[in-house]
């Protein structure tokens, strides 16, 4: 009998379609205790009271991701940190968070939803208090890996609370929220942050997590009722699945950041975590694929909406974390804009983000989901493209059409990959396909900046050499712009004139050489948009978030 039969015997028998809610589930083995349910039911006020608390819980999770980007160097001041070890602060999270992700599912089952998200949320507000007072750069790593395990189940847990808490007809709204929090918090936390340590100071980037990490625990203790935990899960506890998915991620997660600074693998601790994640990775697909009770269930990757789902996730992580780094970046370096000034350009997308929710609502209940995803995913690929032409002279006016028409498609894209992939989902199998999907997005986001950091070191490099070429003694052009700057700058250098006229013109150089890698940075991701287009097809038709029956399944 292969692996996969004998997980089968555990599995529910359940009628896929756009209306399975848990009163649909005809297990051979009780496999969740939820209570049960007709088809479409009413929320609760206390329902609703808990819910919210989980999506200010995920928002806070989200917005930790990015919040300190903007604020690293008064960090490093603050804790008399190294260059090399300022990065870790950003790292330190994104590793712990990452490997947190996928063993929420599991944690879910054997806490319960209540439990996990209450014991989430208060630990990372604790870790919070810690960060702020962190006295020294091994304590502050410390608090931050910390901070990100354990804050990082809240972010699964309420995406998988949403499709097991709300009815089909009600998924389009609840879509949409959840979109907006997933989407607007690393949009903002660059900006927020760098507020937050202009106003205040670096503490305060940790400390506005406390009053609300305590509502939430506080409102999720009282209010969350969604199932009941399931300690017998604890017998054949999983240990080596969990080291093995840890082993993956977390030396994946090490790569991906340290890889563009160290020049990859000509550096020997990059080589070794390699090796070690891929081999990680081996031994996680033969145990979880094997073992009877996997912490990480990879079967759910069987429904193909669900696997295209996490592809398309995949993609939107590397466009959304991409155009946070990369405009901001250009805004910095290039127009020598400060915090507060590229908040104000990056608003324009938060703002429109807003604006289309409603609109997204509405389409995705008259709409085919697929229709509407391909709207979203060109809509996000133009966006790019409109700002791969950008210029050293571009402000706030010449960047709005593209921040509006990217802020325009989130909504777009996230309500039906949402939907398309966790929506068919049986209720006992949402908790674990959420931490995957989740997952997936990080992944994205990682990888997708992995590989823009490396674009940007080695673009800018080549476009240097070919602009240098350009300014020979052989161009006419050149020499004279070159003596018309020295002969403006005789009155104040004198002799050295030469020599600061050839500097600022290095200066220009390099500056254009950068605005050119922006641009093929931008128009790269915009052409991986282009090829998710290509993939919409393949996805099964399914019905619209109002509760039509699906098709295709």
Request: charged share 15%.
């Amino acid at each position: 009998m292969t692996a996969l039969n004998r997980l089968d015997r555990f599995r529910p028998n359940v009628r896929r379609g756009a209306s399975a809610g848990p009163a649909e589930i005809q297990p051979e083995t009780p496999v969740q205790d939820l209570p049960p349910r007709p088809v479409e039911w009413v929320v609760s006020v206390r329902d609703w009271i808990g819910f919210m608390a989980m999506v200010v819980g995920m928002f806070m999770a989200i917005l930790d991701i990015q919040i300190v980007a903007s604020s690293l160097a008064e960090i490093q001041a603050g804790i008399s940190a190294s260059q090399d070890e300022i990065s870790w602060v950003q790292t330190a999270y994104l590793i712990a968070e990452v490997i947190m992700i996928p063993l929420s599912g599991w944690l879910a089952r054997v806490m319960s939803t209540r439990w996990l998200f209450l014991a989430s949320a208060t630990t990372f507000t604790l870790m919070s208090v810690a960060c702020a007072f962190a006295w020294d750069t091994n304590s502050m790593i410390a608090f931050r890996a910390l901070q990100g395990f354990l804050g990082g189940a809240m972010i699964p847990t309420a995406f998988a609370t949403s499709f097991i808490l709300f009815p089909p007809a009600r998924r389009a709204q609840i879509s949409v929220l959840m979109g907006l929090t997933a989407t607007l918090a690393p949009t903002i936390g660059p900006t927020v942050g760098g507020w937050l340590t202009q106003a205040f100071s670096w503490h305060w980037l940790f400390l506005v997590n406390v009053l609300p990490g305590i509502v939430v625990a506080i409102l999720v203790l009282v209010f969350v009722r969604i199932d009941k935990p399931r300690p017998e899960m604890l017998k054949g506890f999983d240990l080596p699945g969990i080291l093995f998915v840890a082993l993956f991620l977390g030396c994946l997660e090490y790569v991906l950041e340290e890889g563009p600074i160290n020049d990859w693998f000509e550096d020997e601790a990059i080589r070794t975590a390699a090796i070690a994640s891929a081999l990680g990775f081996v031994l996680m697909l033969w145990r979880e694929l094997t073992v009877r009770n996997p912490v990480v269930d990879l079967y759910a990757f069987k429904d193909r909406n669900f696997l295209f789902g996490c592809i398309f996730s995949f993609i939107i992580g590397v466009g959304l974390y991409g155009s946070v780094y990369v405009v901001p970046l250009y805004l910095g370096r290039v127009k020598q804009y400060d915090s507060l000034e590229i908040g104000i350009v990056m608003m324009v997308t938060g703002l429109f983000q807003f604006a289309s929710a409603p609109i997204a609502g509405a389409l995705s209940k008259r709409l085919d989901l697929r229709l509407m995803l391909a709207m979203g995913l060109g809509l996000f690929g133009g966006g790019l493209y409109l700002n791969s032409g950008l210029t050293s002279d571009w402000g706030y006016w010449d960047l709005f059409l593209p921040q509006a028409v990217r802020g325009l498609s989130l909504m777009l894209c996230f309500v039906p990959i949402n939907q398309l992939a966790l929506g068919l989902l049986p209720p006992d199998e949402v908790q674990n396909a959420s931490g995957l999907y989740n997952l997936m997005r990080n992944l994205g986001g990682a990888i997708g900046l992995a590989t823009i950091n490396t674009l940007i070191i080695d673009r800018s490099k080549l476009h240097q050499l070919r602009l240098a070429e350009m300014i020979t003694d052989a161009r006419l052009a050149a020499v004279q712009q070159l003596d018309a700057i020295t002969r403006h700058f005789e009155p104040a250098f004198g002799e050295a004139a030469g020599k600061a006229a050839l500097k600022l013109v290095a200066s220009r150089l390099q500056t254009q050489a950068m605005v050119l890698t922006f641009g093929d940075v931008l128009l790269l991701m915009a052409s991986t948009f282009g090829i998710a287009l290509m993939l919409i097809p393949l996805l099964h038709k399914v019905g619209t978030a109002g509760g039509d029956s699906a098709a295709g399944h």
